[in-house]
């Protein structure tokens, strides 16, 4: 049996190594999506003290450590019982709606954005931050950077530092800010909210302004008709930082919403002996193996997911871009459920409406009255025992779920992180690229990884993050191995 | 573009100083505060040639090994060697290179995952696949080598201990901190571009940059008025501090007096301790060692059991003075696990 192997080479946690087979004929048997690494967090957080957490996780992703932090302090206080003063979660949200921002933005011009806005048919030299300014004016790239500058400078204001933040602890916050802080947060969230409108009105003129890419986007290679996993708040809009979660069928029917400690009754990880990560799937439907469709437990935790299990977003200016985007992709609803955009590619457009509603919603936390109040910190009066955080991450649904002792020393750990929801559908998507690209032992060679690539790129796996960093292109080499392993054929692009 | 033109631009991008960054097992925030010196990356892509970053695996494989040895003017390493590939390029890139730096609090100490090596392998990958939300009926852990129906599937291995990067090569010079700050990053990048354009002394082997030679206490601008405390506190027991007191005098446990100073004490500045990510102050030999010893300073007690007493009132001890260090230190340096597999 012929052997092809991939190995995308970025990186965070770990990296991606992709391996497909293939059948006597030379069609795809099977691909597999390996994840290399493993850290153990679950493990070395037992015996440490539960107020540690908010810093310790944050160790665990260096690029949304602002989620771990945020997931922890909840857990935290879920496990001392104890509800933090309503600043202290203005602060934390405020602190996390400049981080999804920065990371948005981050994503959409640096790593995803290159695909669409220089082209998915450009060398893929160019498919990168530069062929971007080249494309749409090098003082764009100015405001990516001072974006990314603000940012980290509201997330040092509220959190201390810009990376690794230290100032959410079990009831509250450490400490609030200034009058003259929040003046300077208000002025980078209005400035934010011009920019997102100007990055939705580069998507506008470059991607659906052009039919060919539009045609890719709708395309059947990049559609998979999955669950949908999403946090929600209490009218059923998106919410990042607090909420109950919701799950949606592939059929637009929304199967249900629970709070964040009945995960377990919705959720369960599935094993596979050739990987360090495991495949979260939806319990009440079962592991199926890796298929998509109504009757499989795969669920998808991404922009595009929470677009499809919400009924809209929070704040005007979003809720007008989510109009825009069913209306273009889903003008009518399939089966008389709810519209919903099963086009993998979009979720593209779908993380820059999550970057307008995250600038309003930084607008309407920083002129909070409330929000330079001093009252931060709530002291726990009760024993700690046991408690479940969840905040949507950008990379999907993020829970930490911890035990204590009486003494709030941790006894057991237990973390769904954002990436790993989305395991299982990205091994679909890349093994459907496969299946489409290589028929009678034929690869189409720059063609396999281009897909690959795009498919992997879209759900932004922490793995493959680091290229959230400059160069903004993902190195790849594919290995064509006989029934021996020996490599009869090497492909390779960007390495 | 013309050959000529081609070659000359060959040329003038071989003249340049070649950089490399490396990312181990890692959570990329290294990588991000890299980034984060923002408009000077430009600075850095003017004065070096990248060759290597962010990407790490096989496909560069090739490339680095194609190249002579020395080849690479400065390698930077984040990341702690968890696996036998990483351990395996870490040793490529140190023969290529000419100067190696243990970036960051993983590579330079373990940093929190090193608090890996208190449990064996066997515990760790046990309880990762054991966890209360996993659906593990067969009881399967990953193995290095999998027969799966098509073939065999090859995973890293996933090594007994936890190292830090001097423990697998020879490094040249440190930068601390989890991450390093970015302005230290810059600082201390722009001084290796002066020393290698010859308007700047070499720093001498060994030496730690971008950070100071004091302690973070030295930085903070908490008041200190030697005051003694007869217990400690927990961060969530109280409804706050007072904002110009040193914490550690008003109870809490803070890393600054042995931690090296760099970051500007952020944290204390914010009414949360320092936890220690810039490492060992200059001239600690255990960090740990020097933390207790710092403790027992302001702890008002005559006797031993009353020091004890006051200590008890650190829930975690391991992890409060080794938090950061811990893989690096004096402690697990001759741990048997290094030998007999960590099952």
């Known amino acids: ?495 | 573009m013309s050959p000529a033109a081609k070659s000359s631009g060959a040329a003038k991008a071989a003249a340049k100083p070649k950089l490399a960054i490396f990312g181990a097992a890692s959570c990329g925030g290294c990588d991000i505060a890299i980034v984060n010196i923002h408009e000077h990356i430009v600075d850095v892509a003017a004065a070096f040639d990248i060759v290597l970053w962010p990407t790490i695996m096989d496909g560069k494989y090739s490339d680095i090994e194609a190249m002579a040895d020395g080849e690479i003017t400065i390698t930077l390493v984040s990341g702690s060697m968890r696996t036998d590939e990483t351990i395996h390029l870490a040793k490529l890139l140190r023969r290529k290179s000419k100067f190696m730096v243990s970036f960051g609090s993983c590579a330079s100490e373990g940093c929190i995952p090193g608090l890996a090596n208190l449990s064996s392998r066997k515990q760790i990958i046990d309880t990762a696949f054991t966890t209360s939300s996993t659906d593990n009926p067969e009881n399967l852990r990953p193995v290095w080598e999998c027969q799966v129906p098509e073939g065999i599937l090859h995973l890293p291995e996933f090594e007994p201990v936890l190292r830090t990067l001097e423990q697998v090569v020879e490094i040249d010079y440190t930068i601390p901190g989890c991450p390093p700050e970015s302005k230290q990053i810059w600082a201390a990048l722009e001084a290796v571009v002066k020393a290698l354009n010859g308007t700047g002394p070499l720093p001498p082997k060994g030496s730690v940059l971008g950070a100071g030679d004091s302690t973070v206490c030295d930085e903070c601008a908490r008041k200190r008025d030697v005051k003694k405390i007869t217990k400690f506190v927990r961060i969530q027991e109280v409804a706050g501090f007072d904002p110009e007191i040193c914490l550690l005098e008003q109870g809490l446990p803070c890393n600054g007096p042995a931690t090296r100073n760099g970051c500007g004490a952020l944290c204390p500045a914010v009414s949360a301790p320092c936890i220690g990510c810039y490492g060992a102050a200059e001239g600690v030999v255990d960090y740990g060692a020097r933390l207790m010893s710092a403790y027992a300073s302001v702890v008002e007690a005559m006797k031993p059991e009353e020091i004890d007493k006051v200590l008890d009132g650190i829930p975690d001890p391991v992890g409060q003075f080794y938090r950061f260090s811990l893989a690096g230190s004096l402690l697990r340096s001759g741990r048997s696990a290094w030998q007999n597999d960590g099952e």
């Open chain 1, 1 to 495: 049996m012929e052997r092809i192997t991939i190995d995308p080479v970025t990186r965070l946690e770990g990296h991606g190594k992709i391996e497909i087979f293939l059948d006597p004929d030379g069609e795809v048997a099977n691909a597999y999506f390996q994840i290399p690494e493993l850290r153990g967090f679950e493990r070395f957080c037992v015996g440490r003290p539960v107020e540690e957490m908010p810093t310790l996780t944050n160790r665990i992703c260096g690029v949304c450590p602002e989620a771990h932090h945020m997931a922890a302090a909840k857990a935290a206080d879920a496990v001392y019982h104890v509800d933090p003063p309503r600043t202290a979660k203005l602060l934390r949200e405020l602190l996390y709606s400049a981080f999804y921002v920065t990371d948005h933005t981050t994503h959409f011009y640096a790593l995803g954005g290159p695909d669409f806005i220089v082209g998915p048919d450009a060398p893929a030299a160019e498919r990168n931050i530069l062929g971007v300014l080249a494309k749409v004016g090098m003082e764009v790239g100015g405001q990516v950077i001072q974006c990314r500058k603000q940012g980290h400078n509201v997330i040092e204001m509220i959190g201390g530092r810009k990376i690794h933040p230290a100032t959410a602890v079990p009831g509250g916050m450490t400490q609030g800010i200034t009058e003259e802080q929040r003046v300077e947060i208000e002025k980078i969230a209005r400035w934010s909210i011009d920019f997102a409108q100007f990055s939705l009105g580069i998507f506008d003129k470059i991607v659906l302004g052009n039919d060919a890419y539009k045609e890719m986007v709708l395309s059947d290679g990049y559609t998979d008709r999955t669950y949908y996993m999403g946090l929600l708040d209490a009218n059923n809009k998106v919410n990042f930082y607090d909420g109950r979660v919701g799950i949606m069928s592939p059929d637009g029917e929304r199967v249900g919403t629970y709070a964040p400690a009945e995960y377990r009754d919705w959720i369960a990880e599935h094993v596979e002996p050739w990987t360090y990560l495991k495949f979260p799937y939806l319990k009440k439907i079962g592991w199926k193996g890796f298929v998509d469709g109504a009757g499989s437990g795969v669920y998808c935790a991404t922009p595009l997911s929470r677009l499809n299990t919400a009924d809209g977003m929070a704040t005007p200016l979003a809720q007008a871009a989510y109009e825009k985007f069913y209306d273009t992709l889903a003008p009518k609803p399939e089966s008389g459920g709810k519209r919903l955009v099963h086009h993998r590619l979009a979720t593209h457009w779908a993380r820059l409406i999550e970057l307008l509603y995250a600038a309003e919603r930084m607008v309407e936390l920083a002129t909070d009255p409330e929000i330079t109040s001093t009252n931060v910190r709530t002291v726990p009066t009760e024993k700690p025992t046991e408690g479940v955080g969840t905040v949507e991450a950008p990379r999907g649904t993020l829970t930490h779920h911890y035990w204590t002792d009486e003494r709030g020393i941790l006894t057991a750990v237990n973390l769904v992180v954002g990436t790993t929801n989305n395991y299982a559908p990205m091994a679909m998507s890349i093994k459907k690229a496969a299946q489409s690209l290589i028929h009678k032992g034929t690869v189409v060679h720059q063609g396999l990884l281009n897909r690959v690539e795009m498919a992997f790129r879209l759900y932004d796996p922490c793995f493959g993050c680091a290229t959230h960093s400059l160069p903004g292109e993902m190195p790849l080499s594919v290995a064509i191995r006989n029934s021996d392993g020996e490599v009869i054929e090497l492909l390779k692009q960007n390495c």
